[in-house]
């Protein structure tokens, strides 16, 4: 996912602003809906006049609200924030629900998008309406709260008046008003209509944190969770519109072919089968229903252009890789002092090579979207649109239309961990081009099938890291030297513009930022030139940044005589957050007390998106298999909006990056992929996971993201304490490849 | 074309015998609880119940169910399966939510033939229902969770 604090992404994604974002003013603004009242804010250009412009006057917006209340009472936060399943929806709702007082009973979440000023995300500038690197909570924290007071405000205020009493002697709780005094009482949907006509107060004060019931509240459980266990939770899958076709791809079987003829004249016979089209990235095989759909693909024969595609296999480019590691690094991301110099004279220099392999999001619902052009010439594109700025701009310009005439339904997702931010679009690209190729008489849904879905390129990339370390005669490390070697996932994207120096940020983030206190220390970057299409994999460059230094380091206290822990927070003096999660997860665990018999504790800190976690694994060989029994989490995270779900998110990271350095592996024979489907990349399945204990540790701190920082982890913390188990430091992952290199 | 009975209602759906449970439950009887994940019986997103028993409906053809009893997660009734939606929901386990369909069901079936499962019953029944998003910790203390709301 896109990773936070990154302003260089103004400067990336400018080009799909219309308007100037710098300097621009925010003020709230309130409009009367055909069912009651919608609260957001209105944006004026920099330059407007200040205070003496009212609200209601800027630029309207059809979809331009955050908080929208019917007059049956309905709450309806419109989310900035894809859901993917880590919970955004429910963090946006608990900051609406503590400052707007309704409830639960009545609250409802939905995607919204096409407004930037609105929906942009303040972590990237504001330039786009988008959803990563676990910002969802930072970006929203103030916006919803605000409105959602604001909205309260306008309620008592509407209700005073009505009712003839001071608005400071009115209570709202439960999304109902009550003036004790004069036994008054009303839902807030009575006066969502009134308030909507009463001017909009600029300035609303927002709880103190002492008097939060929602914000912190380990037993607010999740608005969606019953939706979830009944079947009724609707995802891009489940979308059926009046006469939508399904079409199901045929892909190039290489990265870079192209399509050079196919015949489809058997599949243009089968039952259900409306039409096969070529598209700009393959074949459309479209029916009227999925299965049909599906089973017609198979009958179509393609010839393939393989002059310009890879051919290369995972093996011939990772064995490139580590040539290129032992060569000097094109780029630097950091350096400190000598390290080159200082490793010269070292007495003693411990080196290590780390292997990566590609990796699939492999989300359980595969890739989807559904497009379909209305009269009047608006295309409307529904999907899980992590992106939708940028998918509203690729989708007009292949219905040939302005970004304005498209509208989007940012569907929740069946996972994502990355996948659907994608710089062109690419099943959104698809559904809206097939469309088009039918001459838009059907709305179309593109549903990829699992083998779409695994082979349809944006892995994790694969990367080598060398790393060299000098140890002074206390055991402390003089100088570290890691060079990165691997593709950049932002380089011919929109997001471009995150490369600076030669060094795309999201190769090199976790262990540029290393927290240790080394005096000499470079970080190197070679950036490869490979045709796999990589992405954003869930920690993106935490997923292998923390594993390589975190394993790194605790060979540098091993060879020191150090325990591990100790060694590191000697080095964290000044990271007082690293070192409390550190300090926390030890304790809680346990560290330096007796396991039980052939047990091994093993522990790794990293910062990622802000978010600080340590974890501490306990392992056990078994019959030459690595077994995972538990994990101790701590996680600063700074103001815990949602504990459970902050617990479920740890939780979470840990299962997905653990099936990662266990067992996944994307790997390629002469440039085409070898896994198809979840019989041979394996993701972490129950029998596998260990218990999970979490920590958060107590912060006023702005809160920050937790989607991604759980998994960093847990990679080195289970190779460390397999080392201990093993006496073997596992550099080539997976463990099943790297246990027997 | 098969004749059968959906959720308890005698249903006759008009799909090919070849064609799989999970399309013609979807798109035929338009029971979207069940998911689409693999296609190949490999994720248990799309786990049914066929007799009692769990099934992959994306492997188990129209053709197969003549005469028989399905059940999906729209159709999940009865003691087990309250208790396993409300452990469920208590213990908030779902996140995307996409697989707990087919966990559920999975669980439901598990419960009914071992009121008391250890965790190595667990590990055993519900090992080829895919969590992408590693649930698992919540799935496995939710089953013995329903299993105490059942012997209460």
Redesign the interface.
């Known amino acids: 996912m896109l990773s936070n604090a990154r302003p260089d992404l103004r400067f990336a994604l400018k080009k799909l602003q219309s308007a100037p974002v710098s300097r621009r003013r925010f003020l709230i603004g309130a409009t009367a809906t055909a069912t009651g009242l919608a609260v957001g804010f209105h944006s004026l250009p920099s330059g407007a006049a200040e205070g003496g412009t009212p609200a209601q006057s800027a630029t309207p917006s059809p979809f331009a609200s955050y908080i929208e209340l019917s007059e049956e009472g309905v709450v309806t936060v419109l989310s900035s924030q894809f859901e993917?399943?880590?919970?955004s929806y429910h963090g946006l709702a608990t900051l609406v629900v503590e400052e707007l007082d309704c409830g639960w009973q009545a609250v409802s979440v939905v995607g919204a998008s096409g407004n930037t000023q609105l929906y942009g995300n303040l972590m990237w500038g504001g330039v786009a309406q988008g959803t990563g690197g676990s910002t969802s909570i930072a970006t929203s924290w103030t916006r919803y709260r605000t409105a959602a007071a604001t909205m309260k405000a306008m309620l008592v205020a509407a209700a005073a008046e009505a009712w003839g009493v001071p608005a400071d002697e009115i209570e709202a709780a439960e999304g109902r008003l009550v003036h004790t005094a004069s036994g008054r009482a009303a839902g807030y949907g009575d006066f969502a209509r009134p308030a909507a006509a009463l001017p909009v107060p600029q300035e609303v004060t927002l709880k103190a944190p002492g008097a939060w019931s929602q914000i912190g509240n380990p037993e607010v459980?999740?608005y969606?969770?019953?939706?979830?266990?009944?079947?009724?939770?609707?995802?891009t899958?489940?979308v059926?519109l009046p006469g939508m076709l399904t079409a199901v791809m045929i892909h190039p079987p290489k990265f870079g072919a192209t399509l050079k003829s196919f015949d489809a004249s058997g599949a243009r016979e089968m039952?259900g089968v409306v039409e096969v089209v070529e598209v700009s990235r393959g074949i459309a095989v479209v029916a009227e229903?999925?299965?049909s759909a599906?089973d017609a693909s198979h009958a179509v024969t393609a010839e393939w252009d393989e002059s310009a595609a890879e051919q290369r296999g995972s093996a011939e480019i990772l064995a490139q890789y580590r040539e290129l590691a032992r060569q000097a690094p094109q780029a630097l991301a950091r350096e400190e002092g000598d390290a080159l110099g200082t490793l010269a004279g070292a007495e003693r220099v411990i080196e290590a090579e780390f292997e990566f392999p590609f990796l699939a999001h492999?989300?359980?619902?595969?890739m989807n979207a559904v497009a379909r052009m209305n009269e009047g010439g608006s295309l409307e594109v529904w999907g899980g649109h992590q992106i939708p700025d940028l998918y509203r701009f690729l989708a007009s310009q292949i219905a040939e239309i302005s970004p304005e005439q498209v509208r989007l339904h940012v569907l929740?997702?069946?996972?994502?961990?990355g996948r659907r931010a994608v710089g062109d679009g690419d099943v959104v690209v698809e559904a809206v081009e097939v469309a088009k190729a039918l001459g838009w008489r059907a709305p179309v849904k593109v549903?990829w099938?699992?083998e779409n879905d695994m082979r349809g390129g944006r892995y994790r990339p694969a990367y080598v890291h060398r790393l060299r370390a000098a140890l002074g005669p206390d055991g402390k490390p003089l100088a570290w030297d890691n060079h990165i070697v691997g593709q950049s996932i932002v380089a011919g994207t929109p997001f471009a513009g995150l490369i600076r120096d030669g060094v795309d940020a999201t190769s090199v983030e976790g262990a540029s930022t290393l927290p240790y206190a080394i005096p000499n220390l470079r970080v190197g970057l070679t950036t490869t030139d490979v045709k796999v299409p990589v992405l954003w994999w869930r920690a993106v460059g935490s997923t292998h940044t923390a594993y390589a230094t975190e394993v790194f380091i605790d060979e540098l206290a091993e060879a020191a005589g150090a325990d591990p822990v100790q060694y590191r927070l000697d080095l964290l003096a000044d990271h007082p957050r690293h070192a409390a999660v550190l300090r926390l997860a030890a304790e809680k665990a346990g560290w330096g007390q007796a396991l039980p018999e052939g047990r091994f504790h093993g522990v790794a800190v990293h910062e990622s998106f802000a978010s600080f976690v340590a974890q501490v694994a306990e392992v056990s060989m078994e019959g030459g298999q690595v077994r995972v029994h538990k994990v101790v989490c701590a996680v600063d995270c700074g103001i815990a909006v949602n504990p459970?779900t902050i617990k479920?998110q740890m939780?979470?990271?840990?299962?997905?990056g653990?099936?990662a350095i266990l067992q996944e592996e994307l790997t390629l024979t002469e440039g085409a992929v070898d896994q198809a489907?979840?019989?041979s990349y394996r993701?972490?399945?129950?029998?596998q996971?260990?218990?999970?204990e979490v920590h958060i540790v107590e912060s006023d701190a702005s809160p920050t993201g937790v989607g991604e920082p759980g998994l960093p982890p847990i990679g080195p913390a289970v190779a460390n304490a397999v080392a201990k188990a093993s006496g073997r430091r596992i550099r080539v992952l997976p463990f099943e490849k790297g246990l027997n290199a | 074309m098969a004749t059968f009975t959906l959720n308890g209602v005698e249903t006759t759906l008009d799909a090919d015998p070849n064609m799989p449970l999970l399309w013609a439950l979807r798109e035929k009887a338009g029971l979207t609880g069940t998911k689409f994940g693999c296609g190949l019986a490999q994720c248990g997103a799309c786990t049914v119940h066929l007799d009692g028993v769990p099934v992959r409906s994306c492997q188990t053809f129209v053709g197969d169910v003549e005469g028989a009893e399905v059940v999906t997660v729209e159709g999940a009734e009865g003691p087990v399966a309250e208790a396993v939606r409300a452990a469920w929901v208590a213990l908030d386990v779902p996140q995307c939510g996409y697989c707990q369909s087919g966990q559920i069901l999975a669980a439901v079936a598990l419960l009914s033939e071992t009121p008391k499962p250890s965790d190595a019953d667990i590990d055993g029944a519900l090992d080829g229902n895919l969590c992408r998003c590693a649930t698992y910790h919540r799935i496995r203390a939710a089953i013995h969770d329903a299993a105490s709301r059942l012997e209460a």
Not at chain 1, 224 to 235: E, L, V
Not at chain 1, 362 to 366: G, S
């Open positions: 993917m399943g880590q919970g459980k999740r969606d969770r019953r939706a979830k266990t009944d079947g009724t939770q609707d995802f899958l489940d059926r039952p229903d999925t299965w599906i492999a989300a359980l619902e595969p929740k997702t069946g996972g994502g961990f549903q099938t699992r459970d479920a939780e979470g990271g840990i299962g997905f653990l099936g489907n979840y019989d993701p972490l399945r129950l029998s996971m260990p218990e999970v």
